[in-house]
């Protein structure tokens, strides 16, 4: 155990002690910072309102409890009320990561080649680092152009996030690989080619009626809502339905499950829709105003598509709607067609408006792209509208927030059209003739009608026949799903929350839009426990905390150079991009030189095993000419750095925090204690590193002001709490400590506080700085070229005018058993998914923590016991796994709870344990068997699930070493026993943190 | 004498391990220990289901010392180190235990282990040190499922309180305002009983409980 304590019996005195003062349910009010809480012998225990960081991000308020300085354990705190009060496996044991002796806590240099074991990491200073570091990267871009520079990111917690947007300022560089290029970042795109960036998030909190888990695991991790708050969401609804290939945690609780094949999302959408047109189940009034349903596709094929000068994010696109100057001269190209069913004439609506912020000067709205003008002087609307935000509406009738005591918000209740107007979902047979302003003629049919064509095939039966579930349990589910179990509430029955699977095996961004266009139809966009978009909060987005006040002096990175978008070309858009360089892309442009040389970057808890085949990438990264790392820990993507900079955990640093979901929720992660030796925040790091490269961060004269180094986590802060009530960070912390998380419906009545923002003009501009916000227009609709929710993708269309993708369609994975068959043909055979959510890791994270490693030594293999049976392999075997590009092994865990013919394997698993800088990645690590090439035709997410493999027994024989154990380079076994004593060795190291 | 025990509402218990580790982090258990741990029971098929995949169920079982009312290890205790304390607990005085692991041979459900630094067997305490002061068991306040109440089994178990302080019986309900739901009393179970009369319950609807009675 740890050095805290002598003996487990001094400990639990103590800790009596100190729970006697504190109590379990003490009044927020009494909850100070550093209040005094106890005191013992040992000494003073202060208890630390904090923000959790051992998942993805905002995640779940605590309490941090600290003695004589050091922390000695973390509960969770009841007062946030997005999460219950709950604190997870992974938060609890994140002190034995604060704690760990293997943490990083000095620059350090490398001193051997990039192919040695052993780095030979010999410490330098803060300023040689970052001396070397100015003058590197200096020299590189001087030599090879800006773009030469690609940053590397990791998961998302908030304040290493410099490589999604303040590293691409600081280096005039676009390029970076992303993690959210294959998690959660093609959900964002497919839903800004949709509605808004992000409306892929459903307010669990709101708590749905009919509780829809597709793809995910909540209960375990990710997110403010997860694990207690899922489950309770879960247990209250009237239905819960579950959408995975294999029995889930919480899923063995689902009243519906549809245990499809891996890779088939796409068709069980396409099959929901078909039952909810044909049932009638869906919400006409939203459908016909609300989405683009109504508007009109020109059919004739020689018809070259017009061009529409959208002011939104979508820009200027050619698509094949009818708009106004198709037909009339002088037309407005942004006004989009639709058929009156009430009088049988054309009428439009018309998606521009005034200059939604022509009186902002402020530089962030210039930033956000919003300062962009319309010749039209009315906002938005309808022929013959004179639009005005939607007021009339009542208070929402969410159930069960009497324990959390969140508030309800208001509900807008939904418009009619003005009178004489009701656009028509179906036209003549045959087609709508329309003559054209150059006398030629026509013939159109509505989006709607496409959607209904593009559904039709997708009957249950069918559905039934792709993805191996019965045809009356989709029919069963879509129709619970879709038939209001209360009407009188005026909303749908809840969101859908669906998750990565979707976005892992070819067909990414298409199974996001069928999913986002499913919640539209059934009229659950933006509705109590529906699809409602980030938090909007402080900071006011998301990238704000890396995100400097000053403007750039070596100008703006040009998208249009952007590593990828020779095969993505949408990557390349300049507004509407999904804002990473594709992976796979960097490490063949590494590899070649082509269309230019990459020659250096940094990764900010990046790694290379999240995406593209980790082998290849790791070999392309060994080339670069320099590479910097900032980590709390010696990772295998570290052990290729030049430079290493060691930076500080969660428990060290001060940061707001808000909801990267819908939860409605803002607060802080507080500081509880210091840095280990030279260990710095994120924030401090990325301060330095903009200085190191004369980029200003801060606006100021002076280097101090400029980059204000000994107060960067207070500037940005700052500079993240612009607009709040609350605008300086102290007071700020101090209130939280005080009071706990705010309530955005509170804060921000308008922004988040009202649903159905899209009659309000609230649902595209809610996450604009409050200082916009003010003076801003806020038009009706959604943020796209029709201003409503596109089901014909006005984007896509425009990129891909010949393909038939602008409704979205399914696609067979490419290595799956129908598209490639010959991966299927024998005994050992197995369609492979991955990357579900382990109770105790957070994809590649924790596996040095005695806590978590005790509980999960080695990485598993589930399989159906009948096919076990057949290959010869038992529970606890290690197996052989095996592509045409690599093989690891994995324990085999026994599961009938997968479908005979399915495995599914652990992602990411690498060694702390062993002494080699590669770490081990290559024994375990799932993402070496992948095809790199294998990518989403849109936006290149990796094939990271659905694919062929062959599996069997490993052996001494087969083996390396003659050991079935995975070992290292040196013939060491991994850990993989909870009696291994490295895992003691792990154990907190309370001494040596000073600097040295 | 009072029964303290937990009651896990298995229906809500998603296997996260929260419970695990808060124990570990508030007990100072040795790494490598545990006093308490999850199983996985199942997959296994379903009642009136196919018999195979897709028609099975699995819940996950927390085991930990059940602080039985008549307990095999303080009969076989050669020193009156295991005993019960006097509220009810089964308890390790370790001044008096010698390491002879009678008890841990003894106990049914395999829950104690020698602290081979100390020399002295140990197993779950139900967090006496807090709930000496009126409150919960560290694994109660941490459960990620809000499935689990601690009580005086003598008082019934919806008395047993878990987080927000609120006992069992005012969170039972139909409706989405409740977030237990209603269960019968041939849904609560306990571990198999060969005498000792375990004090700890789960409870499991609409399923089949796969251990003894």
């Known amino acids: 155990?740890?050095?805290?304590?002598?003996?487990?019996?001094?400990?639990?005195?103590?800790?009596?002690?100190?729970?006697?003062?504190?109590?379990?349910?003490a009044p927020a009010s009494s909850a100070l910072a550093e209040t005094k809480t106890g005191t013992t012998g040992a000494g003073e225990v202060k208890r630390i309102r904090s923000t959790c960081r051992g998942c993805g991000k905002m995640e779940c308020g605590v309490w941090v409890y600290v003695q004589d300085g050091k922390v000695i354990r973390s509960?969770?705190?009841?007062?946030?009320?997005?999460?219950?009060?709950?604190?997870?496996?992974?938060?609890?044991?994140?002190?034995?990561?604060?704690?760990?002796?293997?943490?990083?806590?000095?620059?350090?240099?490398?001193?051997?080649?990039?192919?040695?074991?052993?780095?030979?990491?010999?410490?330098?200073?803060?300023?040689?680092?970052?001396?070397?570091?100015?003058?590197?990267?200096?020299?590189?871009?001087?030599?090879?152009?800006?773009?030469?520079?690609?940053?590397?990111?990791?998961?998302?917690?908030?304040?290493?996030?410099?490589?999604?947007?303040?590293?691409?300022?600081?280096?005039?560089?676009?390029?970076?690989?992303?993690?959210?290029?294959?998690?959660?970042?093609?959900?964002?795109?497919?839903?800004?080619l949709n509605d808004y960036n992000a409306y892929s998030w459903m307010e669990t909190v709101g708590r749905p009626r009919v509780y829809v888990q597709w793809g995910g695991a909540s209960e375990l991790s990710n997110y403010d809502d997860s694990c207690r708050t899922t489950v309770d969401v879960a247990t209250r609804a009237d239905y819960h339905i579950l959408v995975d290939p294999r029995q889930t945690n919480l899923g063995k609780e689902a009243d519906i499950w549809l245990p499809?094949?891996?890779?088939?999302?796409?068709?069980?959408?396409?099959?929901?829709?078909?039952?909810?047109?044909?049932?009638?189940?869906?919400?006409?009034?939203?459908?016909?105003?609300?989405?683009?349903?109504?508007?009109?596709?020109?059919?004739?094929?020689?018809?070259?598509p017009s061009v529409s000068d959208s002011q939104s994010t979508h820009g200027s696109k050619?698509?094949?709607?009818?708009?106004?100057?198709?037909?009339?001269?002088?037309?407005?190209?942004?006004?989009?067609?639709?058929?009156?069913?009430?009088?049988g004439e054309l009428t439009y609506y018309e998606s521009n408006g005034k200059s939604v912020a022509s009186s902002v000067t402020d530089a962030s709205a210039a930033d956000l792209n919003l300062s962009s003008s319309s010749s039209s002087g009315k906002l938005p609307h309808w022929e013959g509208e004179d639009w005005k935000p939607a007021t009339a509406g009542r208070e929402a009738q969410i159930h069960g927030l009497d324990l959390t005591g969140q508030s309800q918000g208001f509900v807008i209740d939904a418009t009619p059209f003005i009178d004489g107007l009701y656009p028509a979902l179906y036209t003549p047979e045959g087609g709508l003739e329309v003559t054209l302003k150059d006398g030629k003629k026509v013939h159109c049919r509505t989006v709607w009608e496409h959607l209904c064509d593009r559904v039709a095939e997708y009957t249950p039966e069918k559905v039934a026949e792709i993805t191996g579930c019965k045809a009356e349990d989709i029919e069963r589910a879509a129709t619970i799903y879709a038939t209001r179990l209360d009407p009188s509430t005026g909303y749908g029955n809840g969101g859908i929350q669906y998750m990565l699977p979707l976005e892992h095996s070819c067909n990414s961004l298409q199974t996001n839009r069928i999913m986002d266009i499913l919640c539209g139809i059934t009229g659950n966009m933006d509705t109590p426990g529906g699809m409602r978009g980030s938090t909007a909060g402080w900071p006011f987005f998301d990238l704000a905390m890396t995100l400097p006040s000053a403007a750039s002096v070596k100008g703006s990175p040009d998208q249009s150079k952007i590593i990828g978008s020779d095969k993505f070309p949408m990557l390349a858009d300049p507004k509407c991009n999904p804002s990473w360089a594709d992976a796979?892309?960097?490490?063949?442009?590494?590899?070649?030189?082509?269309?230019?040389?990459?020659?250096?970057?940094?990764?900010?808890?990046?790694?290379?095993?999240?995406?593209?085949?980790?082998?290849?990438?790791?070999?392309?990264?060994?080339?670069?000419?320099?590479?910097?790392?900032?980590?709390?820990?010696?990772?295998?993507?570290?052990?290729?750095?030049?430079?290493?900079?060691?930076?500080?955990?969660?428990?060290?640093?001060?940061?707001?925090?808000?909801?990267?979901?819908?939860?409605?929720?803002?607060?802080?992660?507080?500081?509880?204690?210091?840095?280990?030796?030279?260990?710095?925040?994120?924030?401090?790091?990325?301060?330095?590193?903009?200085?190191?490269?004369?980029?200003?961060?801060?606006?100021?004269?002076?280097?101090?002001?400029?980059?204000?180094?000994?107060?960067?986590?207070?500037?940005?802060n700052n500079i993240a709490l612009a607009g709040f009530r609350i605008p300086e960070w102290q007071d700020y912390k101090k209130a939280f400590q005080e009071n706990g998380p705010w309530d955005s419906k509170i804060e921000k009545p308008e922004a988040w506080g009202t649903y159905r923002r899209y009659e309000t003009g609230w649902a595209t501009t809610s996450d604009s700085p409050a200082a916009v916000q003010a003076v801003m227009d806020h038009p009706q609709g959604w943020d796209t070229s029709t201003g409503k929710q596109e089901i014909w993708s006005t984007v896509i269309d425009n990129y891909y005018p010949d393909d038939d993708q602008a409704i979205p369609t399914f696609r067979e994975a490419p290595h799956g058993p129908v598209a490639d068959p010959d991966l299927f043909k024998d005994d050992?055979?197995?369609?492979?998914?991955?990357?579900?959510?382990?109770?105790?890791?957070?994809?590649?994270?924790?596996?040095?923590?005695?806590?978590?490693?005790?509980?999960?030594?080695?990485?598993?293999i589930e399989m159906n016991p009948e096919d076990a049976e057949r290959i010869g392999v038992e529970q606890g075997d290690w197996v052989w796994i095996e592509t045409k590009e690599h093989k690891i092994r994995e324990v085999v865990d026994l599961y009938h709870g997968i479908a005979p013919g399915v495995v599914n394997l652990e992602h990411q698993w690498w060694f702390p344990e062993l002494k080699q800088a590669d770490k081990?990645?290559?024994?375990?690590?799932?993402?070496?068997?992948?095809?790199?090439?294998?990518?989403?035709?849109?936006?290149?997410?990796?094939?990271?699930?659905?694919?062929?493999?062959?599996?069997?027994?490993?052996?001494?024989?087969?083996?390396?070493?003659?050991?079935?154990?995975?070992?290292?380079?040196?013939?060491?076994?991994?850990?993989?026993?909870?009696?291994?004593?490295?895992?003691?060795?792990?154990?907190?190291?309370?001494?040596?943190?000073?600097?040295? | 004498m009072s029964h303290p025990a937990i009651v896990t509402d298995l229906n809500k218990c998603v296997g996260c391990l929260a419970c695990s580790v808060a124990c570990k982090a508030f007990n100072g258990v040795p790494i490598?220990?545990?006093?308490?741990?999850?199983?996985?029971?199942?997959?296994?098929?379903?009642?009136?289901?196919?018999?195979?995949?897709?028609?099975?169920?699995?819940?996950?079982?927390?085991?930990?010392?059940?602080?039985?009312?008549?307990?095999?290890c303080v009969k076989v205790c050669p020193t009156g180190a295991s005993h019960i304390a006097a509220d009810g607990t089964v308890q390790i005085d370790k001044s008096k235990c010698i390491g002879c692991q009678f008890c841990a041979m003894s106990c049914p459900y395999g829950v104690r282990y020698l602290n081979d630094e100390e020399r002295v067997v140990e197993k779950c305490t139900l967090c006496e040190q807090k709930t000496a002061q009126g409150e919960l068991p560290q694994c109660v306040t941490q459960c990620g499922g809000f499935a689990r109440f601690f009580g005086d089994l003598d008082e019934g178990i919806e008395s047993f309180r878990g987080p927000y302080n609120k006992t069992l019986g005012e969170l039972i309900g139909e409706d989405g305002d409740y977030p237990i739901k209603p269960f019968k009393d041939s849904d609560v179970h306990h571990l198999p009983d060969v005498g000792n009369h375990p004090s700890f319950r789960y409870i499991l609807r609409n399923h089949e409980w796969k251990g003894e009675e």
């Not at chain 1, 050619?318 to 069913?341: C, H, P, W, Y």
């Not at chain 2, 009136?48 to 927390?62: A, C, K, Q």
């Open chain 1, 1 to 25: 155990m740890g050095k805290l304590t002598m003996t487990r019996r001094t400990f639990a005195k103590m800790a009596a002690a100190t729970a006697a003062a504190v109590g379990v349910a």
């Open chain 1, 75 to 192: 509960e969770g705190d009841e007062a946030a009320f997005q999460s219950m009060g709950n604190h997870c496996s992974k938060g609890q044991a994140s002190l034995q990561a604060a704690y760990h002796p293997d943490r990083l806590k000095y620059p350090m240099k490398r001193t051997n080649p990039k192919d040695s074991n052993d780095p030979g990491w010999q410490r330098i200073t803060w300023d040689e680092a970052m001396e070397t570091i100015g003058e590197k990267f200096s020299e590189l871009q001087s030599k090879y152009g800006n773009e030469t520079y690609f940053s590397m990111a990791g998961t998302s917690r908030i304040w290493s996030m410099g490589p999604y947007a303040a590293l691409k300022q600081c280096f005039v560089s676009p390029n970076a690989i992303q993690a959210n290029e294959i998690c959660k970042g093609p959900r964002f795109y497919a839903t800004k």
């Open chain 1, 260 to 304: 499809l094949r891996p890779g088939t999302d796409a068709a069980m959408g396409l099959g929901w829709i078909n039952v909810v047109i044909n049932k009638g189940l869906y919400d006409d009034l939203y459908v016909r105003k609300w989405m683009n349903a109504p508007m009109l596709v020109v059919e004739d094929e020689d018809w070259e």
């Open chain 1, 318 to 343: 050619k698509n094949r709607l009818l708009k106004q100057s198709d037909i009339k001269e002088g037309g407005s190209n942004t006004a989009f067609m639709v058929l009156n069913e009430l009088n």
């Open chain 1, 584 to 716: 796979t892309s960097i490490y063949k442009t590494i590899e070649t030189g082509q269309p230019y040389k990459l020659s250096c970057g940094i990764g900010q808890t990046g790694d290379h095993m999240n995406q593209s085949n980790s082998l290849y990438a790791y070999e392309q990264l060994k080339k670069l000419d320099f590479w910097v790392s900032i980590d709390l820990w010696e990772t295998p993507t570290v052990g290729i750095a030049d430079i290493v900079l060691p930076a500080a955990h969660w428990m060290e640093l001060d940061c707001i925090r808000k909801s990267q979901g819908s939860s409605g929720s803002f607060g802080a992660t507080c500081k509880a204690v210091e840095p280990p030796a030279e260990a710095e925040p994120d924030l401090k790091i990325v301060m330095r590193i903009f200085k190191a490269m004369g980029q200003p961060y801060c606006e100021g004269s002076t280097d101090d002001e400029k980059w204000p180094i000994d107060d960067a986590e207070n500037a940005c």
């Open chain 1, 828 to 860: 050992n055979s197995f369609l492979a998914t991955t990357g579900r959510r382990i109770p105790v890791y957070f994809h590649n994270e924790h596996r040095q923590l005695p806590w978590c490693r005790e509980l999960w030594p080695v990485p598993r």
């Open chain 1, 920 to 996: 081990g990645f290559a024994l375990c690590g799932v993402n070496c068997l992948l095809d790199k090439d294998a990518q989403d035709p849109f936006i290149g997410t990796s094939n990271l699930r659905a694919y062929g493999v062959k599996v069997y027994k490993a052996t001494a024989e087969n083996s390396p070493f003659g050991n079935p154990v995975p070992c290292g380079d040196d013939g060491t076994e991994i850990i993989h026993d909870s009696s291994d004593p490295r895992l003691k060795a792990w154990a907190p190291d309370y001494e040596g943190r000073t600097k040295a």
């Open chain 2, 32 to 72: 490598g220990s545990f006093w308490n741990k999850t199983l996985r029971i199942g997959p296994y098929p379903t009642a009136e289901g196919s018999g195979h995949f897709p028609d099975v169920y699995t819940y996950f079982l927390t085991v930990q010392c059940q602080h039985c009312a008549d307990p095999e």
